[in-house]
């Protein structure tokens, strides 16, 4: 479905079955964000919301004898469950349509920011010089997930400056929430810089 101009939610299908038109599933790897993602970002803070959000409730239903005070109780809670629902709403965004695509020619990027606002990134394959696996946190080791960064040749980027928009982050990819990090990183091993074609 095309929603605006640069919001479309078949865009990621589009951008990989090109790939593999152009360079063989073989020398095409997906890459996009675990469900732990989801679970962490989306399905735990519901949860607790809900756990916060009902006690309120009841309690505000015993005071609506008390009209003011019952009304500004309604009032917050309907401002803070509409900002709620919004960040829910840029997390699923993220889990679903972020994601990196690697052949044996580039890495290309793409992150859905808002409806309205979205980043491409794209590289090529042969300016890859490191790929760092990482985990931080206890919660990464429990679930399982990763970062993997890639980073490219900073000689070429600064001769590229100006494509990026002089954006400091450009010369280096960071996945989030990578499930098998390492399988990954191997992946791109051998497509980008192992049997480049």
């Known amino acids: 479905m095309k929603i605006f101009n640069n919001f479309d939610s078949k865009f990621k299908e589009k951008e990989y079955n090109e790939a593999i038109k152009n360079y063989w599933e073989e020398n095409v790897l997906l890459v996009q964000r675990c ?41 917050v809670l309907s401002i803070f469950s509409l900002s709620v629902l919004y960040k829910f709403f840029l997390v699923y965004l993220d ?12 890495i290309f990027t793409y992150k859905q920011e808002w409806l309205l606002n979205s980043d491409f990134k794209d590289l090529p394959a042969e300016k890859i010089r490191s790929i760092v696996s990482s985990r931080n946190w206890l919660i990464w080791n429990i679930f399982g997930y ?26 280096k990819t960071k996945l989030t929430y990578v499930y098998r990090p390492n399988k ?6 051998r497509i980008c810089v192992i049997n480049p074609r």
């Not at 980073?151 to 400091?168: C, G, K, L």
């Not at 990954?184 to 091993?189: A, D, E, F, G, N």
Request: charged share 20%.
């Open 146 to 171: 990763w970062s993997v960064e890639i980073y490219t040749d900073w000689q070429w980027f600064m001769e590229n400056e100006d494509e990026y928009h002089e954006r400091s982050h450009a010369w």
């Open 35 to 75: 469900i732990a993602y989801l679970i962490i970002k989306w399905w735990i803070p519901l949860f607790l919301y809900i756990i916060l959000i009902i006690p309120i409730i009841i309690w505000a239903y015993f005071l609506k004898t008390y009209t003011y005070v019952f009304r500004s109780i309604v009032t």
């Open 95 to 106: 889990y679903k349509y972020d994601f990196s695509i690697f052949t044996c020619k580039r």
């Open 184 to 189: 990954i990183r191997q992946r791109i091993l």
